[in-house]
């Protein structure tokens, strides 16, 4: 298999139409280095297949049997990548010329960086939050009940989301939204793939730690900017109908698998 500079996947589940329009834009794009696309189908049902064997017969295809999560559906299209640097980019994400380009030049030029992501904005424009530090473990109540409402709360929750900050400037941080994120193969094989155990949340807060723990820098690259669809589905609905929920209650696992996991680290803080 011939290896690229760079291999972009895109995870697609039952969202044939965002990842047809994110398809659309990358190759609006005329991206101005070797790549290739990977799509990969977590058993959606929804023509993915036609659509890209119609549409974009350029794009690689892979078909999982079953809905496996967001880890394990990356992780199937990293195990087929070819290129020098890996980027995930989810279906909702909209890319503009020039964009990816400055984000493979910012790896190249800092080579001890092993994990980035971009400005990510929402469809008007304004500044949508993509970056913050990691979580303490009462994290998940403020968010989710009244607990959230008290000034102590609001305190922390601006300080994990790093509010007090402009955003507009490349900087470390601690972990990135898994909506885009940029790795080099090198880090990669130091770092390992996903972690599977997570269906569907937290991963990207896990992988990113794992970053760290092993000597690589994570970096917020605020001059890259791409717009991002994004729907929080779960951490903003009402906690009484979140307790109904199965997408909460994925996510809550996805939490304590996490707290459970580095608990040694975060019980130390």
Not at 213 to 221: A, S
Not at 222 to 248: D, G, T, Y
Request: hydrophobic share 40%.
């Amino acid at each position: 298999m011939e290896s690229c500079k760079l291999s972009i996947i895109i995870l697609n589940y039952k969202s044939s139409g965002l990842t047809r329009e994110c398809l659309r834009g990358l190759l609006a794009a005329d991206l101005k280095l070797d790549h290739e696309i990977i799509v990969v189908d977590n058993n959606s049902e929804d023509n993915i297949g036609a659509i890209l064997t119609k549409e974009f017969p350029q794009v690689k295809f892979i078909e999982l049997e079953v809905n496996r999560g967001y880890a394990a559906g990356n992780n199937a299209g990293i195990k087929q990548a070819q290129g020098e640097y890996i980027l995930i980019l989810n279906p909702d994400i909209t890319v503009f010329a020039g964009q990816i380009e400055k984000l493979v030049d910012f790896m190249e030029n800092n080579s001890r960086v092993g994990l980035a992501g971009p400005r990510l904005v929402n469809p008007d424009g304004s500044l949508q939050y993509s970056c913050y530090k990691f979580p303490k473990f009462l994290l998940p109540l403020y968010r989710r009940t009244w607990l959230g409402e008290t000034t102590k709360a609001q305190g922390e929750l601006d300080e994990y989301m790093m509010k007090k900050w402009d955003h507009k400037n490349n900087r470390v941080v601690d972990w990135l939204l898994g909506a885009c994120l940029i790795t080099r193969r090198s880090a990669l094989s130091e770092v390992g793939l996903l972690d599977t155990r997570y269906f569907l949340y937290v991963e990207d807060t896990d992988w990113c730690r794992r970053f760290v723990q092993k000597q690589w820098e994570v970096w917020y690259v605020a001059e890259v900017e791409l717009v991002h669809f994004h729907e929080r589905q779960s951490a903003e609905a009402p906690w009484l109908i979140a307790l109904f929920s199965k997408i909460a209650w994925i996510h809550i696992a996805s939490w304590l698998k996490y707290f459970w996991k580095w608990r040694k680290i975060t019980n130390s803080k």
